[in-house]
């Protein structure tokens, strides 16, 4: 086994070998005690079975007590090399042929990472917010180390991941000791993500910096959508809708097989908001959003630009339910990628985000006029809501394509 695709590999290529025709689970659907025991030898998997700790020994009770061997489990199941059915755990037949192909094999397991969140993340005394929004905090985490040119420092990444994943909740109130302790089991949690990613060969990492290998690389490309040259990309526009002097708009190259998730990170970013809302697309009546809402929206991982839209097509894209930013995206032009051009890029657009919480689109004329107007009541009051040392501060026409693919490269 070609040692550049990580130790994950060989480990989960002799545990589908040994599961063989299949082997009983226990009644809890775990691997039985005496069949761990085996694989954690075998497979050299680290765990301690019966763990004595001073002069105390510790009972093992479930496989589920360890955490590697039971990361490959979970791992090889979500890569669908392994089933469970009748208390069985099997080998799935038509994925048999992966066994001899490491580079498929490493591929499907590094498709398979945005499904092992539970297995990967363990509770501990303390849950993470990662545990709890994995794909926001995995998205980041892919996405920051794609974008960088080099090792990017581990705080960093720890602190963009916490970033990312808070970003849905408010913790103003919440108390500092608290919010250290979950800041805390956070970046517990995204060690041990990038120990399974290293343990697979995609990066290279140790507690100070951390790096894409170049493998890992061209996987996360893949899993950003880039396309290869002379696939399909769209040429958007959108336009803030109901923003005039000056008008808000955007115009930005994006592969037409990006999921609508993907998409919807794209505006955030060339639009300069700050992902801190919630928010939906609406494409002939039908809305799209995070699927683990309560509300009634189709899941917007499961369908791309290209399935809803062609040329001259458009859909709405709103966000913040409570200031109602509603966005026309339109699809311009439809050409084909460029060899050696990395989409998405933002190539064109007009006038400043208007800031967050301001109120909608009525209220953000209202902001601009006072903002304009030293003489207003609420003049003084809005500089320093808005952190500035006078109204001059806010440029309502400032837009750079540069600054918005600045954006666009740590999403």
């Given at each position: 086994?070609?040692?550049s695709h ?17 082997r009983?689970?226990?009644q809890?659907?775990r691997?039985?005690?005496a ?37 490959l ?58 545990s709890?929004?994995?794909a926001?905090g ?6 920051r180390l ?5 090792p990017?420092?581990?705080d ?36 041990l993500?990038?120990e ?89 009546g ?15 991982r499961?369908v ?21 930013w509603?966005h ?35 209220a ?7 903002l ?40």
């Open positions: 086994m070609d040692e990580g130790k994950t590999v060989g480990q989960v290529r002799e545990l589908v070998g040994w599961i063989g025709a299949g009983k689970l226990t809890t659907g691997i039985t005690l069949d761990a025991r085996t694989l954690v030898e075998l497979l050299g998997t680290g765990d301690q079975m019966d763990p004595v700790i001073g002069d105390r020994m510790f009972k093992t009770k479930s496989s589920e007590e360890l955490y590697h061997l039971n990361l489990a979970e791992w090889a199941k979500a890569a669908r090399l392994l089933r469970v059915a009748g208390g069985r755990l099997l080998p799935v037949k038509k994925n048999a042929r992966l066994l001899d192909r490491p580079d498929g094999l490493w591929n499907a397991l590094f498709e398979a990472v945005p499904r092992i969140g539970s297995a990967v993340l363990v509770s501990g005394w303390l849950e993470s917010v990662f709890q929004e994995y926001a995995l998205r980041t985490l892919l996405h794609y974008a960088a040119r080099g990017v420092a581990g960093a990444l720890r602190r963009a991941v916490w970033q990312a994943v808070t970003a849905p909740y408010i913790l103003d109130d919440v108390p500092p000791e608290q919010l250290r302790a979950w800041r805390g089991s956070n970046d517990r949690d995204v060690r993500l990038l399974a990613l290293a343990a697979l060969g995609a990066v290279r990492s140790d507690d100070d910096t951390v790096e894409l290998t170049g493998q890992g690389r061209r996987a996360v490309a893949v899993m950003r959508g880039e396309p290869l040259p002379g696939e399909p990309v769209f040429q958007l526009r959108i336009d803030l809708e109901d923003v005039v002097e000056p008008a808000v708009w955007r115009r930005v190259l994006v592969p037409a097989a990006a999921r609508l998730d993907q998409v919807h990170a794209v505006i955030q970013a060339v639009m300069g908001w700050e992902n801190s809302h919630m928010h939906a697309f609406t494409v002939d039908v809305q799209y959003g995070r699927a683990n809402t309560e509300l009634d929206f189709g899941d917007e499961g791309t630009l290209g399935a809803l839209l062609k040329e001259g097509g458009s859909l709405v894209y709103t966000y913040d339910f409570g200031d109602s509603d026309r995206v339109t699809v311009e032009h439809r050409i084909a990628a460029e060899a050696d051009r990395r989409y998405p890029v933002c190539v064109a657009g007009s006038g400043a985000c208007p800031p967050e919480d301001c109120g909608g689109a009525g953000y004329e209202d902001l601009k006029r006072t304009a107007d030293p003489t207003r009541t609420e003049h003084a009051d809005l500089v320093r809501w808005l952190g500035l040392d006078s109204g001059v501060g806010f440029d309502p026409a400032r837009f750079t394509p540069g600054e918005a693919n600045d954006r666009l490269q740590q999403m």
